[in-house]
């Protein structure tokens, strides 16, 4: 696989760029001047690099099906942690047993860039990087992780809700509703009224751009640095029905629980943001942000890394969604 030709930003997809922009070297790598090119091959190409790559990963805690690595910026480059050392970034390279993987790093990187700067969804940093062998990888700053290198407390809403592997199997995460979640952060966030829309818009979003993996692990409060808690930024963001047959939300309940769960699509997000204590203005506001801007997508979505089959395909998904939200 050769290394592939950039005409956009692998970070920001701003036009006219070979490599990253200054905008996207001072978000995802503190103004570093990082290269897109990692200096080794993908974990897939000899014994040996798979070996490397496995000695690499008992030095990440995060969980996830999708394979993650560690790494940390150290002056202009991307190094693996090892031992006793601190990441500062995670990346994650194509992943297996999934349909089209190949295109997954660059599915997850358009659909975060799509988030934060048509909808200003506040995201983790990110951007894509290739190995020596010209496969993609998706990279994302650590938001929990200080310039000091100290660590923000973060809990996920598996977590939070009091559901694990022990206590509900292993489908833990996808169990419950969605509206469960606002109950949790009315408990927990002094800000709930500010944070509450942040949640909505995230919820709308995942439905839009056919986020069936959003489950309860996927959704996070972060401290802050006043000693409270707040909505982390958004994370694990992408299409998944070009890697997978799902349904369209991860969690088995949906939006709502059965009994308020009736009526098209758009009247669920209504419901939902009613009981959520989300007035109507703001509510109305949303809705008409999430269901605008189609041309600035489709922009985005062609500007991609995305093989053009694939873009068609997102674009096709949005779409379909889109028409099913304005009914």
Do not use: W
């Not at 990110?126 to 496969?135: D, I, R, S, W, Y």
């Not at 509703?177 to 009315?186: C, D, G, K, S, V």
């Not at 500010?194 to 409060?221: C, M, Q, R, T, W």
Request: aromatic share 10%.
């Amino acid at each position: 696989m050769k290394h592939p030709d950039i005409h956009h930003c692998p970070g920001t997809l701003a036009e006219g760029f070979e490599t990253y922009s200054p905008t996207a070297l001072k978000r995802v790598f503190s103004g570093r001047k990082v290269h897109h090119l990692l200096p080794l091959d993908s974990p897939v190409v000899n014994k040996e690099t798979e070996d490397q790559f496995l000695s690499y990963r008992q030095y990440i805690s995060i969980s996830g099906v999708q394979e993650k690595y560690s790494v940390r910026l150290e002056k202009n480059k991307i190094l693996f942690v090892g031992k006793g050392e601190s990441g500062t970034h995670i990346l994650k390279p194509i992943p297996s047993n999934v349909r089209k993987p190949k295109q997954m790093p660059a599915n997850e990187h358009l659909t975060m860039q799509i988030a934060r700067q048509i909808f200003n969804i506040e995201t983790a940093e990110n951007a894509l990087m290739f190995f020596q062998n010209g496969e993609p990888a998706y990279i994302t700053k650590r938001f929990d992780i200080n310039s000091d290198g100290t660590k923000l407390a973060q809990e996920d809403f598996a977590s939070l809700s009091g559901k694990s592997p022990q206590t509900h199997g292993s489908q833990f995460k996808y169990m419950g509703h969605y509206f469960a979640l606002f109950e949790i952060m009315q408990q927990l966030l002094p800000g709930y009224k500010v944070e509450a829309p942040k949640l909505f818009k995230l919820l709308l979003f995942n439905y839009l751009f056919s986020n069936g993996d959003a489950h309860l692990k996927n959704f996070s409060i972060l401290e802050t640095p006043m000693g409270d808690y707040r909505l982390s930024p958004a994370y694990d963001l992408l299409n998944t029905r070009i890697h997978i047959e799902d349904s369209d939300f991860a969690l088995e309940e949906g939006l709502l629980p059965a009994s308020q769960r009736q009526g098209k699509m758009r009247k669920q997000f209504k419901v939902l943001a009613l009981e959520a204590g989300i007035n109507e203005k703001i509510y109305s506001n949303i809705v008409t942000l999430m269901t605008s801007h189609s041309e600035k997508i489709e922009k985005m979505i062609n500007a991609s890394f995305l093989k053009e089959s694939s873009k068609r395909n997102y674009l096709q998904c949005y779409q379909g969604r889109l028409k099913q939200l304005m009914k």
